[in-house]
């Protein structure tokens, strides 16, 4: 004080500046099914689900405190190999565990499956309900997907656990639907056979933080930065496959979800002449961490773990391959 009493300067220290994280966590998206038959009385597979997709934003340091951690990044689905109508399986799980046990967890897409098979889709997001299974067991679990409490603030509205369903087909075996997305549910078939087309799968979500690295698959906002699109249904007509989110039919086969996005398969086409259309591959999943230089990360089986471009004052860390990786927290 002066000796008016007016404040020459104020020494009181600035408070503490808090450090965040980001964190996105996906799963493995679904494979799908091969055919049960060929035409005409074969039933192609519908769209496999996208896998879950867990988005932290401004994790703050007293949560992701410093300690050892572990990264699980799940694989895709595997495709139906043998026909006739020989099962697909869900993605694998994407965690977060530290010694304590598991603290955040996005769900494996469903499986994109023929109607005798048609009896379970769930997943992160679902796999398309075939033209003989009922809606019901469609279901999307990641919207639904318990966390730890301690995370739970950072798991909500925007930046939740992603995940979504697909539309049941119309009734025939020349229309199937395409899987659910993380940004969208799958669409319907339409039409009937031999003329029906597939129903597109659900749109992947883009993810911002990860667009500078050039990770995802393309979608309407941009040339990459999506994860966990829905693979499209299959159909009688080589051409009339449903788009998919980030996997599609290619001709009668299912096309594969793309690696590292959590994509979901594409359904098989029912082929003329005694041949199969087989299902595919889902996306195996992916990990991404954001965090302050000031808060130092050991990632060994990290793909990248470099400058933030957008930001010089975090680093990012990537993984993207399937199975465990220790991460130290400094």
């Not at 689900?49 to 300690?67: K, R, Y």
């Not at 398309?128 to 950072?154: D, E, H, I, R």
């Not at 698959?217 to 693979?231: L, V």
């Not at 979901?264 to 965090?291: E, L």
């Amino acid at each position: 004080l002066s000796l008016r009493g007016d404040v020459q300067i104020s020494r009181t220290p600035p408070p503490p500046v808090e450090s965040f994280f980001e964190i996105l966590i996906v799963g493995g998206g679904g494979g799908s099914d091969t055919a049960s038959s060929p035409r005409p009385s074969g039933n192609g597979s519908s769209g496999a689900g996208g896998g879950g997709v867990v988005h932290l934003e401004d994790v703050p340091s007293n949560v992701m405190t410093s300690g050892a951690y572990t990264f699980t990044l799940g694989a895709g689905g595997t495709a139906g190999a043998n026909p006739p109508g020989s099962q697909g399986t869900n993605g694998g799980d994407s965690t977060l565990a530290n010694p304590g046990g598991t603290l955040i967890t996005a769900k494996g897409g469903g499986v994109g499956q023929i109607s005798p098979n048609g009896v379970d889709q769930k997943g992160g997001s679902s796999g398309g309900a075939s033209a003989a299974s009922a809606p019901a067991n469609n279901v999307a679990l990641q919207p639904t997907q318990p966390q730890n409490s301690n995370y739970s603030p950072f798991i909500a509205g925007g930046n939740g656990g992603y995940g979504n369903v697909s539309s049941y087909s119309s009734p025939n075996n020349g229309a199937q639907p395409g899987g659910g997305g993380a940004g969208g549910n799958g669409s319907a078939g339409t039409g009937s056979s031999p003329n029906g087309t597939g129903g597109d799968g659900g749109i992947g979500i883009r993810i911002p933080f990860v667009i500078p690295g050039s990770k995802g698959t393309p979608g309407p906002a941009g040339s990459h930065g999506y994860f966990a699109g829905g693979g499209g249904g299959g159909c009688w007509s080589v051409n009339d496959g449903g788009a998919g989110g980030a996997g599609a039919p290619t001709g009668y086969n299912g096309a594969p979800g793309t690696a590292n996005t959590g994509g979901g398969a594409g359904g098989a086409g029912v082929q003329p002449n005694n041949n199969y259309g087989y299902g595919a591959n889902g996306g195996s999943g992916f990990i991404a961490i954001r965090y302050p230089t000031d808060a130092s990360i050991t990632a060994p089986t990290a793909a990248s773990n470099t400058s933030d471009p957008a930001n010089g004052g975090f680093n990012i860390a990537y993984f993207e391959s399937t199975g465990s990786h220790p991460i130290t927290v400094a």
